[in-house]
T-cell receptor
Framework: DTAVSQTPKYLVTQMGNDKSIKCEQN?????MYWYKQDSKKFLKIMFS???????INETVPNRFSPKSPDKAHLNLHINSLELGDSAVYFC???????????FGPGTRLTVL | GENVEQHPSTLSVQEGDSAVIKCTYS??????FPWYKQELGKRPQLIID?????GEKKDQRIAVTLNKTAKHFSLHITETQPEDSAVYFC????????????FGAGTQVVVTP
């Protein structure tokens, strides 16, 4: 299936732990994004990579570190997890010129 | 930066009636306006989009209109069905913003049979 996929789908962890979320797309897109959706459903962009280069870096705590090993993959590592990090994290991808973004299924992160 | 406001936050309609969601944006350089539908527990999915060189676009029961002068755009759903129940998000971005979508706060649409 051609799609944007994320792992894991659910992540439950304790405060202070470090965790990673992985994203992969096989749509041939060159730009990938991380969004955070909070409990009020608000969608906010966090980061974006174009051809492995960081191009959008919003005001996000530096405990969050994205990494793009190649243009089909974008990972998100979170250090020292806090209660406020609980949210659904969506990966998305697009072609730079087209701008239509396709979202992954989301990762529901719960910090206890 | 861009700021997008979306109204109403919730919308209840009777099956078969029309639903209208309105958004305003602040950056006159924005030129791409997508609408996403998010069902409960699912990913946001693009349902329709419009670019600034077009005033209206229609796809079956959904349509989007854009007023560049007033900086607002609207989603119209006609003949609503229960499966239209979802949260709808508008968004805006400009050519030079590397695809940075600024989303509205979302509208919860409930279609009652």
């Amino acid at each position: 299936d051609t799609a944007v996929s994320q792992t894991p789908k659910y992540l439950v962890t304790q405060m202070g732990n470090d965790k990673s979320i992985k994203c992969e797309q096989n749509l041939g897109h060159d730009t990938m994004y991380w969004y955070k959706q909070d409990s009020k459903k608000f969608l906010k962009i966090m980061f974006s990579y174009n051809n492995k280069e960081l191009i959008i870096n919003e005001t996000v705590p530096n405990r969050f570190s994205p990494k793009s090993p190649d243009k089909a993959h974008l990972n998100l590592h979170i250090n020292s997890l806090e209660l406020g990090d609980s949210a659904v994290y969506f990966c998305a991808s697009s072609l730079r010129g087209a701008r239509t973004q396709y979202f992954g299924p989301g990762t529901r992160l719960t910090v206890l | 930066g861009e700021n997008v406001e979306q109204h109403p936050s919730t919308l209840s309609v009777q099956e078969g009636d029309s639903a209208v969601i309105k958004c305003t944006y602040s950056d006159s350089a924005s030129n791409y306006f997508p609408w996403y539908k998010q069902e409960l527990g699912k990913r946001p999915q693009l349902i329709i989009d419009i670019r600034s060189n077009v005033g209206e676009k229609k796809d079956q029961r959904i349509a989007v209109t854009l007023n560049k002068t007033a900086k607002h755009f609207s989603l119209h759903i006609t003949e609503t069905q229960p499966e239209d129940s979802a949260v709808y998000f508008c968004a805006a971005t400009g050519t030079d913003s590397w695809g940075k979508l600024q989303f509205g706060a979302g509208t919860q649409v409930v279609v009652t049979p």
